[in-house]
């Protein structure tokens, strides 16, 4: 992989990263407020979905070494 590949990936990773955090904020913020439990669960999955994406990029940038 290149020095611009990883580069990408770990710039992709840092912005997903962020977004993970962004949702868990606001899925705090509505679990206070008492909104929609749906509209809640909804905003879980969507978070569940970048928490494996994050999974799949830390994957490629750092490769299974075997001992």
């Known amino acids: ?12 990773f840092a912005r997903l990263k ?19 439990p749906l509209q809640i669960q909804r905003m879980k999955k969507k978070k569940l979905a970048l928490k494996d994406r994050l999974r799949s990029l830390e994957d490629r940038i750092i490769p299974d ?3």
Do not use: K
């Not at 962020?18 to 929609?36: R, S, Y």
């Open 1 to 12: 992989m290149s020095e611009q590949e990883q580069a990408d990936i770990r710039l992709e």
């Open 18 to 36: 962020q977004d993970h955090a962004d949702f868990d904020a606001a899925i705090n913020a509505m679990l206070e407020t008492g909104c929609d």
């Open 65 to 67: 070494i075997i001992a």
